[in-house]
């Protein structure tokens, strides 16, 4: 028997999961199931909220247009997110939606979007920052749903660190290239990875990082590599030596 049912529909409903339970689907959640999918009525599907685990469900057609989802069973019991923090300078939009989603599919369990000297998107639209983590969360079987924290500034964001925190920065002039290496130092703990803007970071801003008892430089290798891809690169490696990735 499977682990995990990735061939069944997985969807994100924001209502508590009990057994036995009748949730009233969204609008947008019945178009989606009966007009987009097409599902019949009393077909079956996966349903999480982040909170209660993962429960299979039964689609309930009500009228022309409406829906409803009958509890049948707790498929997975609730896992807790791992204690990754991605912090990253926010790109322009379709980039952004790609970043989002593939942190969160390498599991980061909270985004942080940070302001540079060179950011080039300072405006954010976290609403769509939030849809895409759902997103992300329903098609790859992910339980717990990301935290999204509000933009910071540079300086403030190191200013208010934990200091139990390690915040591993991703430095293309870090003096160990090997990154194996240099992750092996760390001690296993709560983590954060750090990309910068396209831009990369300033002088002054590499130096306030670097400053800091509780970062770690990071070299990714003798590539540049566009942010998005950067943020890839870095949480495999990080989850490779550091994180949920090992026993």
């Given at each position: 028997m499977?682990?995990?049912?990735?061939t069944?529909q997985?969807?994100?409903?924001?209502?508590?999961?009990?057994?036995g339970?009748?949730?009233?689907?969204?609008s947008?959640?019945?178009t989606?199931?009966r007009?987009?999918?097409?599902?019949?009525?009393?077909?079956?599907?996966?349903?999480f909220?982040g909170?209660?685990?993962?429960?299979?469900?039964?689609l309930?057609h009500a009228?022309?247009?409406?829906a409803?989802?009958q509890?049948?069973?707790?498929?997975r019991?609730?896992?807790?997110?791992?204690d990754?923090?991605y912090?990253f300078?926010?790109?322009?939009?379709?980039r952004?939606?790609?970043?989002?989603?593939?942190?969160?599919?390498?599991g980061?369990g909270?985004?942080?979007?940070?302001?540079?000297?060179?950011t080039?998107a300072?405006r954010?639209?976290?609403?769509?920052?939030?849809?895409?983590?759902?997103?992300?969360?329903e098609?790859?079987?992910?339980?717990?749903?990301a935290?999204?924290?509000?933009?910071?500034?540079?300086a403030?964001?190191?200013?208010?660190w934990?200091?139990?925190?390690?915040?591993i920065?991703?430095?293309?002039?870090?003096?160990q290239?090997?990154?194996?290496?240099a992750?092996?130092?760390?001690?296993?703990?709560?983590l954060a990875?750090?990309i910068?803007?396209?831009?990369?970071?300033s002088?002054?801003?590499?130096?306030?990082?670097?400053?800091k008892?509780f970062?770690?430089?990071?070299?990714l290798g003798?590539r540049i590599?566009?942010?998005?891809t950067?943020?890839?690169?870095?949480?495999?490696v990080?989850?490779?030596?550091?994180?949920?990735?090992?026993a």
């Amino acid at each position: 028997m499977a682990i995990r049912d990735f061939t069944s529909q997985r969807v994100f409903v924001d209502a508590e999961l009990t057994a036995g339970s009748e949730l009233e689907c969204t609008s947008a959640q019945a178009t989606y199931l009966r007009a987009v999918m097409r599902m019949e009525n009393g077909a079956e599907l996966l349903i999480f909220n982040g909170r209660d685990g993962e429960w299979r469900a039964k689609l309930q057609h009500a009228g022309k247009r409406g829906a409803s989802l009958q509890l049948v069973a707790q498929t997975r019991v609730q896992e807790a997110a791992q204690d990754l923090w991605y912090v990253f300078a926010p790109l322009k939009r379709s980039r952004l939606d790609y970043m989002v989603q593939k942190a969160v599919e390498m599991g980061a369990g909270r985004l942080v979007p940070v302001l540079t000297q060179h950011t080039q998107a300072e405006r954010i639209n976290l609403d769509r920052v939030s849809a895409n983590v759902i997103e992300a969360a329903e098609q790859c079987g992910i339980l717990a749903i990301a935290d999204v924290a509000e933009p910071v500034k540079l300086a403030a964001l190191l200013a208010g660190w934990p200091a139990d925190r390690a915040l591993i920065f991703c430095d293309e002039s870090a003096e160990q290239t090997d990154p194996v290496r240099a992750l092996a130092k760390i001690a296993r703990g709560p983590l954060a990875v750090l990309i910068g803007p396209e831009g990369g970071f300033s002088e002054t801003e590499r130096r306030m990082i670097s400053a800091k008892p509780f970062a770690h430089p990071l070299s990714l290798g003798p590539r540049i590599m566009r942010a998005d891809t950067a943020a890839v690169a870095a949480l495999a490696v990080v989850n490779a030596v550091l994180g949920d990735w090992r026993a």
